[in-house]
């Protein structure tokens, strides 16, 4: 086992955790359905978060549970028998919301999920062809950036014309919250999903769920019958009698606080431009490497993931083991039809700095080399740090 002074968790979520984050989750716990100071500290986080996204007329809740049960509430809450979704599907979690949608008796119409689709991002005029065939569409479903694959879709224009059709738009922003802008209620979304452990620097733990005024319309008429997933009682239970449905993660909120904190001091416009930067520096130097980006331009990159192929002739996990067991090192590798194919880098929220990224291409490099795929370390070292000179 590594010491935890001589490793770095350099994956596309979970992350590092920076120090005042950590801090935060060794606060005094308390009862979370009892304490007033609680109340205030969750409430707090709302209106932080309101103000990061721009929801101002929805609803905002942060759910105990990892990201997936936000996916999955927003999905039970809105599709009924027969409804047909459009599904955006390029990426493995785009793609993945097909088998939500069915598991709720929905009907999904996949697109943009062909193999060059999956690098670069979705295209609306495509997206307004297959609205324009099915006029029937109730729900389209988009990921913002699909880590797997790194590649980061246009909220701005897929919004556009999602809402000229009238569907409900429904956004995975797990992986870009805190590390792409995002505007809630001037781009129209209705349902946005967030997740802790990507660029908040959270442990897993934690699902963020902004609610349009419109969804909630749709979620009153679908009217969803379970408990843990049921939006309505969220609803009725923390914004009239100010208690939980259930028990929260004390820690979870203190450190989602302390982290939305961080983001507050250093000005959310600084944020994304140190992420944008992070982009830049690390496709330089990935290029240098010699290596293959996976996006097919850094444009549909994510500020947050970069995703590149593994070299001809190199083990993926056996990369990632070396890199690891020799450096402390831990970048992440792929899921679905990219597993075995595709290495990442994440560099959300504290990841995105130049110390970060000097540890991951040094040791990416090294390890390489290591393995016997010539390149040059000095000159792809040189040419991150060069990007972070002002
Ligand atoms: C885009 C996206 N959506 C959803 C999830 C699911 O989150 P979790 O890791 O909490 O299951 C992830 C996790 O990697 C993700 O990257």
Redo the contacts with the bound molecule.
């Keep these: 086992m590594r010491a935890y002074t001589d490793r770095f968790i350099l994956t596309?979520?979970p992350t590092e955790i920076p120090y005042r984050v950590r801090l935060a989750l060794m606060k005094e716990t308390t009862n979370p359905d009892l304490d007033p100071e609680f109340l205030e500290i969750y409430n707090n986080s709302r209106l932080m978060l309101r103000e990061l996204l721009g929801v101002r007329k929805g609803s905002l809740y942060i759910m105990a549970g990892?990201?997936?049960l936000g996916?999955d509430a927003a999905l039970a809450n809105t599709i009924a028998n027969g409804t047909k979704t459009l599904i955006v599907g390029n990426g493995v979690?785009g793609e993945g919301f097909a088998d939500l949608v069915k598991l709720y008796g929905g009907e999904p119409v996949l697109v943009e999920n062909c193999e060059d689709c999956w690098r670069r991002s979705a295209d609306p005029a495509v997206i307004e062809r297959e609205l324009e065939r099915h006029k029937d569409v109730e729900i389209v479903t988009l990921?913002h950036?699909?880590?797997?694959s790194g590649i980061l879709n246009d909220l701005e224009e897929i919004s556009k014309v999602v809402k000229s059709f009238g569907a409900l738009l429904i956004v995975?922003a797990?992986?870009s919250i805190g590390g792409v802008p995002i505007n809630f209620d001037s781009l129209g979304i209705d349902i946005l999903i967030g997740?802790s452990?990507?660029a908040l620097n959270l442990p897993?733990g934690l699902t963020i769920l902004a609610i349009s005024n419109d969804a909630w319309d749709r979620i009153n008429r679908v009217s969803y019958r379970g408990f843990y997933l049921n939006l309505k009682l969220w609803r009725e239970m923390l914004e009239e009698a100010g208690v939980f449905p259930y028990t929260m993660s004390d820690v979870l909120v203190y450190a989602l606080h302390e982290s939305l904190k961080l983001i507050m001091e250093e000005g959310p416009d600084n944020v994304y431009k140190r992420h944008l930067l992070a982009r830049k520096a690390v496709w330089k130097a990935i290029e240098v490497m010699g290596l293959k980006p996976y996006p097919s331009s850094i444009n549909y990159s994510s500020p947050t993931v970069t995703a590149f192929e593994v070299p001809r002739g190199i083990n993926e996990a056996e990369l990632r083991k070396m890199m690891w067991e020799k450096y402390g090192v831990m970048i992440g590798g792929s899921w679905g039809r990219l597993q075995g194919k595709v290495l990442r880098i994440g560099h959300m929220g504290v990841q995105a700095s130049r110390i970060h990224l000097l540890i991951a291409i040094t040791t990416l490099a090294r390890a390489l080399a290591d393995l016997g795929y010539r390149l040059n370390v000095e000159e792809a070292i040189g040419a991150l740090e060069e990007e972070f000179r002002d």
Excluded: R
Excluded at 145 to 148: E, I
């Design positions: 596309p979520g990892e990201a997936m996916l979690f990921v950036c699909d880590t797997p995975d797990v992986s997740g452990q990507k897993a």
